[in-house]
């Protein structure tokens, strides 16, 4: 089965099937750049907040991801499976490629979306 996952960073969703690790579901967005480091759980390039839904997990390397944070819904991308709708927040080293990338897009011409938590003024 198929689940929405969102990436809070930046607006973009993609579908990401129960055996497919969260991490492949961001590499198919086709979007260069994004880091990937061992996909193994062991380097925590991929790390993420969980901010919502459900999922499976594997074992994750307590030098990177501590049982505290575990426990709060931060893991590693690559050792995830979503079995709901899940909305994730980009917290490792990727979170600069990401922030990077959208600064390039917005300079090249294209929209891009970001959300906020802080109101927009109207002049």
């Known amino acids: ?66 049982a505290e944070e575990e426990a709060s819904g931060c893991v590693l991308a690559c050792k995830i499976f979503p079995q709901s709708d899940l909305e994730v927040e980009v917290v490792g080293k990727m979170v600069r490629a990401i922030v990077a990338q959208q600064s390039a897009s917005s300079d090249s011409g294209f929209t891009t979306t970001m959300k906020t938590n802080k109101p927009v003024e109207e002049k």
Do not use: W
């Open 1 to 66: 089965m198929k689940h929405t996952v969102t990436i809070e960073n930046t607006g973009e969703t993609f579908r990401c099937d129960e055996d497919t690790n969260v991490l492949l579901g961001m590499e198919q967005l086709c979007r260069k750049g994004i880091p990937v480091g061992c996909r193994n759980g062991g380097c925590g390039v991929c790390k993420v907040q969980v901010n919502k839904g459900q999922y499976a997990k594997r074992k994750m390397s307590r030098g990177v991801v501590s």
